[in-house]
Structures are given as C-alpha cells and as structure tokens.
C-alpha cells in the first residue's frame, strides 16, 4: 500500500480466472454461471432502484 494524502491506495494484481474455479471444487462453466447470476441480480436491483428514484 502506498499513503496518499489523506487516503491509502491498495494496488490489486488479477491473475486471470483459469485458477479461481479450482480452489473452488468447481470447473469453469458452472463458476462463469454463477458469476453472471449474481451480475444480473446487481443490475436488476440497480434497475429497480433507479426506477423508484425516477
């Protein structure tokens, strides 16, 4: 981490996605499945949210 002026700044490093489903006992489909079920549950809520303040 690196000190800003009144903020810290974290610096995160992605190694790609090949790895995650394996530390997870899953294989590579049903993680991307799971991963886009949860990217549309987020911007349906966004969605509604957005709907109500219009």
Do not use: Y
């Not at 800003?4 to 899953?26: C, F, M, N, V």
């Not at 993680?31 to 911007?43: G, I, N, V, Y």
């Amino acid at each position: 981490m690196e000190q800003g002026w009144s903020e810290q700044l974290l610096t995160l490093e992605h190694l790609g996605w090949d790895a995650i489903p394996e530390r997870h006992g899953s294989s590579l489909l049903p993680f991307h499945s799971r991963l886009a079920e949860w990217w549309r549950d987020q911007l349906g809520a966004l969605g509604a949210e957005a709907g109500r303040a219009g």
